[in-house]
């Protein structure tokens, strides 16, 4: 069984893929995960005002909080 920390460390990598996800695409279509698994992604990144939802664009779009989370995920969280 994973450690809690490697746990943890699975889920904020898979939180930063999806956002880079939908940050090029809008949305999670075509990302590597069940519908299931992409709608639990959906509701927690909007839970923690990482995404919003454009209605004009009708996609997704990050937050600054999200643009500030794959800046720290992807460049040494510095």
């Keep these: 069984m994973a450690s ?4 943890r460390e ?3 990598r898979r939180i930063s893929a999806a ?3 939908i ?3 809008g949305s999670l279509k075509g990302f590597a995960a069940s519908e299931a698994d992409r709608k639990a992604l959906i509701a927690a990144a909007t839970a923690q005002e990482l995404i919003t939802w454009d ?3 009708e996609r997704h779009q990050l937050t600054p909080g999200a643009h500030k989370w794959l800046k720290m995920f992807f460049h040494g969280r510095k």
Excluded: T
């Design 4 to 7: 809690d920390s490697s746990a």
């Design 10 to 12: 699975g889920m904020v």
């Design 19 to 21: 956002l880079d996800h």
């Design 23 to 25: 940050d090029k695409h």
């Design 55 to 57: 209605p004009e664009r």
